[in-house]
């Protein structure tokens, strides 16, 4: 009895291999493009946030010392008129 053995890589295997690696590796390649292209969607979206957030902020703080001065307008005119009316009671 003779045993012969066969070669595991035949170079008709090579060539199947060779070409599974180029398939796998030009799909690993259009992935990670995308995933990169993806990337630099959510930096431009995160950087366009941030511009916002400032702004909104901002915003906030102008709205704030505005009602800070019509507090300031209102409390000038109602001290008069609470002294008008404590002279009046007596």
Known sequence: ?????????TSMNI???KQLCANHLTSLET???ALLAYC???RL???SLRAREIELLAERDG???Q??????RIDAMVMPLQGLEDT???
């Open 1 to 9: 009895m003779t045993i012969t053995i066969q070669p595991l890589f």
């Open 15 to 17: 060539d199947k291999l």
């Open 31 to 33: 992935r990670l493009a």
């Open 40 to 42: 630099e969607q959510l």
């Open 45 to 47: 979206e995160n950087q």
């Open 63 to 65: 709205s704030i010392q």
């Open 67 to 72: 009602n800070e001065q019509a507090r300031t």
């Open 88 to 90: 009046h009671e007596q």
